[in-house]
């Protein structure tokens, strides 16, 4: 069973920049399709993008630009990284895990696909 702990979150000026990061508390985030959701309050969930097993990496249309996924060399942690912050991008982030062939399908912005969350991190952006 994955147990995904999200980290990083916290309150920030707008314009700057946070990157949080999610590990597999059991041993590693290898062979899985890993990704990011967020959820702004009093609005459903929605993905951000996702990241497989070889590192490549899918987003949403809208996040592409202020958004990265990455994962370490150890493939023990994925990480986002969020640049130009707005106050909009106040959320609880959540790392999500799902089977290997999900990222490179069509169905990784659906968040019933995705089998394992984390808790979540909260992201504060002031203005």
């Known amino acids: 069973q994955e147990h995904l702990v999200e980290s990083g979150g916290g309150s920030v000026q707008t314009g700057g920049s946070l990157k949080l990061s999610c590990q597999n508390s059991?041993?590693?985030?290898?062979?899985?399709?890993m990704g990011w959701f967020r959820q702004i309050p009093g609005k459903e969930r929605e993905v951000i993008g996702a990241?497989?097993?070889?590192?490549?990496?899918v987003y949403a249309e809208s996040k592409k630009d202020r958004f990265t996924i990455s994962k370490n060399f150890a493939k023990t942690a994925i990480y986002l990284r969020m640049s130009s912050l707005k106050p909009e991008d106040t959320a609880m982030y959540y790392c999500?895990?799902?089977?290997?062939?999900?990222?490179?399908?069509?169905?990784?912005?659906?968040?019933?696909?995705?089998?394992?969350w984390g808790h979540g991190t909260q992201v504060t952006v002031s203005s």
């Open positions: 999500v895990a799902g089977g290997p062939r999900l990222c490179s399908g069509g169905n990784w912005p659906d968040e019933t696909n995705w089998k394992y």
């Open positions: 059991e041993y590693t985030v290898s062979n899985y399709c």
């Open positions: 990241i497989d097993d070889d590192g490549t990496t």
